[in-house]
Structure formats: structure tokens, C-alpha cells
């Protein structure tokens, strides 16, 4: 049975059609124009594949409430033309098979919890750091969408005294986690871009206590048994021991759970599925709009 | 039919017997002594009230992995004597009916979420704000417990430029939302009990402020479709709207739901069940304890 996947995001987009054992057979990626010109080129991909459902990951803003109108609708957002457009509707009505959508960061948290990093687990916390800072829960065993969907990124920190630009470069928020430690952020805090920036650099230092606090705040807010860091800027793994070690100093021994005093370098984790997770996560998600509509 | 809830705080435990109408019958308030002295009392108490099964809602920390050989143990605390000690055990064992435990926060946001200010919803995040602030939190419909359970009250928050202790007063982190915005924190930075603090004091305003930072922080985290602040603190009623404005403040228009966007009042409340909350989620528990056991 072939499945099929989108993951959409802001600068392009991956279709994929995968199996039933999980397997992504081929891919192709497109750049994201305007919805009038992207959306039929996608369905246009999609048509000749065989595919007997199709699952989302997006980008959000997006309502992700199944009763509501504008189910699986971009909503309001800074991407021209993209303001309040239908994402989910016209590929389901055109291709006509069924369909779900999340958010690219839910498509990855459902693939890591069900198939990588916290598999067996009831719970878990996968963040991408890039272009931008997105997060996705599964807690008790199901995808958090809450009253519209979490928007970690966007999460206030605590300034640090030796940063160089400590209101970081939201548009919206100052010093919020992705205005502090996105990609963006580090590029035009040093100048150059983040791949640039060699370890041992203080870039890193900084960087690494922004993302700890973030794990802090994570673990005091709903205590996730696995925090899985993905994205660009988690490719410099040389990262991880330094976010490992100023998240057990600021909890300072208060959260006592073994998994994070005695192994935080198995708690606080990369990827199972590698750069996988979007896209298997989205093909997850075909797999249970299939086995809805069957029922 | 008649339930048993005990109520566990470090300073006073209560007692109650509820019937299936989520009516509470009668309650006894003693005060929390050494484990030896006070679990007999509690159960001598509990013994002839005809119970036929037991909820607790206590402080942390607690074990409440069912699966665990210690399930309803308190685990290391500072408070004298209570390291390590069973205490639901003792009763389940020596009443001989059925027991659930959770957090006292936990059960107040099941009681909430059923009965209260968020009936009808599918999550809530249900904050208390006095001598500590602890934090239950319903997602999905399922209370959240994760590797541990939620601490939300050691969320580090941004220190605000006008506090005259912006370190706070917590023995374990520094600028902590418990150690910046509890009853206490509240006395040794004005040097006088909060309650003596008159309406307009400067107080009140970075109170506000970081509970609106707290808001911000459980939005962006998990997107609950409400928050309920309750505690001693929040009897000052007009840190509402200071906390309302600066909320919206604070997200600046990001979060584009009309429920905090149109109607911020309705979003941040105050509990729907008033102080009953705890006893009344630890009577639901009770009867889930009776439920599940008549399976």
C-alpha cells in the first residue's frame, strides 16, 4: 500500500510516498512559491502515485481543529500570499483520498515516539532549531494541539549578561527563544553564519544555555521523558555536552529522576530517525487517516 | 455510596467523605506531624466513615509510576522525617479499600477540568500561588504526569528590571517563579506579609509580571485551552486584569486565538470550584480507585 507525505515549510517542500513498513521509496522536493502555484504543482506530483491516503506536516500558523471550517488552513502568517489559504482541503478534494494534517514539529515528535529516540515512552519533547525555533509533544501517549498548537520558539528566557545582543531579534517578542537562538539569531549576533563559527567559539557557550534553559523550563512545565533536539543548528553535535551539563546545573539537583541525574546524555537527545522525522511522521499520518476512513 | 479524600499539604492534612454526587459530606483539618504519628491518626480518622475507596491529592514529591514497588511513597523532601515514607500504602492496607494518589495541583485540575472553570474542554492548566506555586495540568483529557510530574513552579523566568530582589528566594534555583512570585517571596522582598500590601502597592505590579510570564511561557509550551490561578495569592483579586494586560503585553499578538486574543478574561480565571478544587479532585479520584477496583 503506498501512503502519501508532504512536509511544507516556508522555503520549500518535500513530497514523499512511503510504505506500510514505515519506508520512504522516493522523494521529491520543490521550492514553496505561492499556494495558486505550489498547491496544484504538488497535487499534479501526487496524482500518478497510487497513493490511498495522504498525511501533512506543516509549518505553522495552521488550525489543526478537525470541527472547525478551516481545518487544515494556513492561517494568519508573514509568508506572502499565504494569509488564510486552504493547505489540506484542495489536495484531499482533488486527489480524493483521505487526509490529516499537523504541524511539521507534531509529524516529528509522533515519528520519534512512535519508530526513534522515544519509542516505548509515554511522552516526549522534540524541538528543531533552525531558520526557526518549533516544538512538538506527545504526552500520555497523544500529540498536545491544545487551544491552537505550542509555540515553544517563542518561549521568554532569561537574558544572559554576556550576550552580545540580549534582545534577540523576534519581531514579535524580546528575548524569546528563537529571536535568541535560532539560526538567524546567531548569524547576526556574530556576523557570519553559525556553520562559520568554530567550536570552542563563545557562540556555542551561549547558545547552549538559551537551549538549556529552554529544557528547564520544558521539564518544570510537563516533565517529558525524552527532550530530542533536531534541526541545522543541532548538526554541531559539540552542542550536547554543553547543553547536558548547564541543564543539570540549572536544576541544581531539584528534579529527582534518575533518567536526568544519572544519564542526561540519554534524556536530552538527537534524532532517532536522523532527518527522517518530518517526513515519516507525516507518513504516520497517513497511515491513520487510511485506517480512519476505513473503519 | 461514600468516598474518602485526603488532602496531604506540609502543613496540614484534610480529610473529607464525599458522596457520588462530587458532594463533600463533612472534613477534618489536622496538623502534619512526623509520618508515624500522623498516617495512624489519618486512618483512625477514615475508619468508621464507612468508605468504600480512598483518593489523595498531596504534595511533592511523590512516586506516581503505578508499576513502581514505591508508588505513593513521598520521596526526598526537605520537610523533617518524610524521605522516603509510604503513604498511601498504609491506608489502602489498613482501611482495605481501593486508593488512587496524584499531586494536590493534579487533582485540583481534574476537578477543574470535570466539574469547574475548565468543564467541557479537552485541557487546563491549573496554577497555585502561595506558600509555593505548583502547577497541574490536564492535556488531551489525560492528567499529565511524565518521567516525574509537573514542577512548574521552578520555571526560570526573566528577572524584572524594578525588582528590588530579582534573584528571588528559592534555595535551589535563582529567579525561579516560586522563588520570585510566592506568598513568601512576596514578605522577604517588601519585609512585610502580602496580604498587608495595599492594592496599588509596586508589589502587585511585578506580581503580575510574573505570572504573565508564567502564562506566556505554559502558552507557548502547551497551548491550554485555559488558566486557572488559584491559591492565597490569587484571593488578591485584582491581580486579574494586571495579569490580563500584561499577558497580552507580553505576546504581543502572536498567538492568534480569539479565546486570548478577544476574551483574555475569560482565558485566566480564577477557579471555577473556589477553594474546594483539591478535595473535590481527590474525591474524583476516589471514585476512580472504586471504578477501576469493580472492573
Given at each position: 500500500?503506498?501512503?502519501?507525505?508532504?512536509?511544507?515549510?516556508?522555503?520549500?517542500?518535500?513530497?514523499?510516498?512511503?510504505?506500510?513498513?514505515?519506508?520512504?521509496?522516493?522523494?521529491?522536493?520543490?521550492?514553496?512559491?505561492?499556494?495558486?502555484?505550489?498547491?496544484?504543482?504538488?497535487?499534479?506530483?501526487?496524482?500518478?502515485?497510487?497513493?490511498?491516503?495522504?498525511?501533512?506536516?506543516?509549518?505553522?500558523?495552521?488550525?489543526?481543529?478537525?470541527?472547525?471550517?478551516?481545518?487544515?488552513?494556513?492561517?494568519k502568517?508573514?509568508?506572502?500570499?499565504?494569509?488564510?489559504?486552504?493547505?489540506?482541503?484542495?489536495?484531499?478534494?482533488?486527489?480524493?483520498?483521505?487526509?490529516?494534517?499537523?504541524?511539521?514539529?507534531?509529524a516529528?515528535?509522533?515519528?520519534?515516539?512512535?519508530?526513534?529516540?522515544?519509542?516505548?515512552?509515554?511522552?516526549?519533547?522534540?524541538?528543531?532549531?533552525?531558520?526557526?525555533?518549533?516544538?512538538?509533544?506527545?504526552?500520555?501517549?497523544?500529540?498536545?494541539?491544545?487551544?491552537?498548537?505550542?509555540?515553544?520558539?517563542?518561549?521568554?528566557?532569561?537574558?544572559?549578561?554576556?550576550?552580545?545582543?540580549?534582545?534577540?531579534?523576534?519581531?514579535?517578542?524580546?528575548?524569546?527563544?528563537?529571536?535568541?537562538?535560532?539560526?538567524?539569531?546567531?548569524?547576526?549576533?556574530?556576523?557570519?553564519?553559525?556553520?562559520?563559527?568554530?567550536?570552542?567559539?563563545?557562540?556555542?557557550?551561549?547558545?547552549?544555555?538559551?537551549?538549556?534553559q529552554?529544557?528547564?523550563?520544558?521539564?518544570?512545565?510537563?516533565?517529558?521523558?525524552?527532550i530530542?533536539?533536531?534541526?541545522?543548528?543541532?548538526?554541531?553535535?559539540?552542542?550536547?555536552?554543553?547543553?547536558?551539563?548547564?541543564?543539570?546545573?540549572?536544576?541544581?539537583?531539584?528534579?529527582?529522576?534518575?533518567?536526568?541525574?544519572?544519564?542526561?546524555?540519554t534524556?536530552?537527545?538527537?534524532?532517532?530517525?536522523?532527518?527522517?522525522?518530518?517526513?515519516?511522521?507525516?507518513?504516520?499520518?497517513?497511515?491513520?487517516?487510511?485506517?480512519e476512513?476505513?473503519?
Open positions: 500500500m503506498r501512503f502519501g507525505t508532504l512536509e511544507a515549510g516556508g522555503t520549500k517542500m518535500v513530497l514523499s510516498v512511503g510504505n506500510e513498513n514505515n519506508e520512504l521509496l522516493e522523494q521529491v522536493s520543490m521550492p514553496t512559491e505561492a499556494p495558486e502555484k505550489t498547491i496544484p504543482a504538488r497535487i499534479d506530483w501526487c496524482r500518478d502515485k497510487g497513493i490511498v491516503s495522504l498525511g501533512i506536516g506543516t509549518c505553522g500558523p495552521v488550525d489543526l481543529n478537525p470541527a472547525s471550517p478551516t481545518y487544515g488552513w494556513i492561517t502568517t508573514p509568508k506572502p500570499g499565504w494569509s488564510d489559504k486552504p493547505l489540506l482541503p484542495p489536495m484531499r478534494d482533488e486527489l480524493g483520498v483521505p487526509a490529516l494534517i499537523d504541524t511539521d514539529v507534531n516529528a515528535a509522533l515519528a520519534e515516539w512512535e519508530l526513534g529516540a522515544a519509542k516505548g515512552l509515554n511522552s516526549c519533547l522534540y524541538v528543531t532549531v533552525g531558520t526557526g525555533v518549533g516544538a512538538g509533544l506527545v504526552i500520555e501517549g497523544k500529540l498536545v494541539h491544545g487551544l491552537v498548537h505550542p509555540e515553544l520558539g517563542h518561549m521568554l528566557l532569561r537574558q544572559e549578561s554576556n550576550d552580545p545582543a540580549p534582545d534577540g531579534f523576534c519581531p514579535y517578542h524580546k528575548g524569546c527563544l528563537e529571536g535568541l537562538a535560532a539560526g538567524p539569531a546567531i548569524e547576526k549576533r556574530w556576523g557570519t553564519k553559525a556553520q562559520n563559527l568554530p567550536v570552542g567559539h563563545e557562540a556555542w557557550n551561549l547558545e547552549a544555555a538559551y537551549l538549556a529552554m529544557c528547564v523550563n520544558a521539564i518544570c512545565a510537563f516533565s517529558p521523558e525524552k530530542i533536539l533536531g534541526g541545522g543548528v543541532m548538526q554541531q553535535k559539540h552542542l550536547f555536552p554543553l547543553i547536558h551539563q548547564k541543564t543539570l546545573a540549572l536544576l541544581n539537583g531539584y528534579v529527582q529522576a534518575k533518567e536526568i541525574l544519572e544519564s542526561i546524555e534524556f536530552i537527545v538527537e534524532p532517532g530517525l536522523g532527518t527522517r522525522s518530518g517526513a515519516t511522521g507525516a507518513l504516520l499520518l497517513a497511515k491513520q487517516a487510511y485506517a476512513a476505513e473503519k
